[in-house]
């Protein structure tokens, strides 16, 4: 008895549950530039990388990165904003939480630091701006130097890293300024979909972690 379904009882239709995202055109934002900060990070070698990674896990354990996903409209379909790093690299804007950071604090502060005129990564008022939506997926890497898995892998006895990504609810209009060393591009969804040798397998796999949203375009 308890296993018998009804019609009355049936899953609601996938149309109904799906939740409404709000995208502006890519024409009411404003995008600047800035002078990067630092000069090192760009001129670490893959071996220094790993010996630092080691040595914060040593003394903090698990690294937690956060990321948004920031989406615009552009010819009538929606696309993800990234950062392009010497004209090669695609990544997502976020970073690293410091020990003991709240993601959602975490994440307006690395938003900020990316993204925002300043560049400062300690303004409050500045890191209020960014509406922070739900986490839309998560990804681990089980070693230092591993393709990152969108589940934790059963022989992982102590991952090394969390990568979480967060939607991002943008205003109507904003000014996005970056580090002159990096690019914002606007990408659409279908050219990053399963494109993971150019984007990486985290973003490419973005579209598939939409496919739960129903994109609400304002156009002017």
Same mark, same amino acid.
């Given at each position: 008895m308890g296993l018998e379904m009804t019609e009355e009882a049936a899953a609601p239709s996938p149309a109904a549950a799906r939740v409404g995202v709000e995208i502006y055109p890519l024409c009411r934002y404003y995008f600047g530039a800035r002078d990067a900060a630092g000069g090192g990070a760009g001129r670490e070698t893959a071996a220094d990388r790993t010996l630092r990674l080691k040595a914060n896990f040593a003394a903090h354990g698990l690294r937690t990165s956060v990321?948004?996903?920031?989406?615009?409209?552009?010819?009538?379909?929606?696309? /993800?904003?990234? &950062?392009?790093?010497?004209?090669?690299?695609?990544?997502?804007?976020? !970073?690293?939480?410091?020990?003991?950071?709240? @993601? /959602?604090?975490? &994440?307006?502060?690395k938003l900020s630091s990316k993204l925002s005129?300043? !560049?400062?990564?300690?303004?409050?008022?500045? @890191?209020?701006?960014?509406?922070?939506?739900?986490?839309?997926?998560m990804w681990w890497r089980?070693?230092?130097?591993?393709?990152?898995?969108?589940?934790l892998l059963?022989?992982?006895?102590?991952?090394?890293?969390?990568?979480?990504?967060f939607l991002i609810k943008l205003p109507v209009s904003r000014q996005f300024v970056v580090p002159r060393n990096m690019k914002l591009l606007a990408v659409p969804l279908s050219q990053i979909h399963d494109n993971a040798q150019v984007y990486g397998s985290i973003i490419a796999g973005i579209p598939n972690l939409l496919s739960k949203f129903s994109f609400n375009i304002i156009s002017d």
């Open positions: 990321h948004g996903v920031l989406m615009v409209e552009l010819f009538d379909h929606p696309h /993800v904003l990234l &950062l392009q790093v010497r004209n090669s690299s695609f990544l997502l804007p976020g !970073g690293r939480l410091r020990p003991g950071e709240q @993601d /959602v604090q975490g &994440l307006k502060r005129a300043a !560049g400062h990564q300690d303004d409050e008022d500045e @890191d209020n701006e960014w509406q922070i939506g739900e986490c839309i997926g089980s070693e230092f130097d591993a393709a990152p898995f969108p589940y059963p022989n992982a006895r102590a991952p090394k890293e969390c990568i979480k990504l």
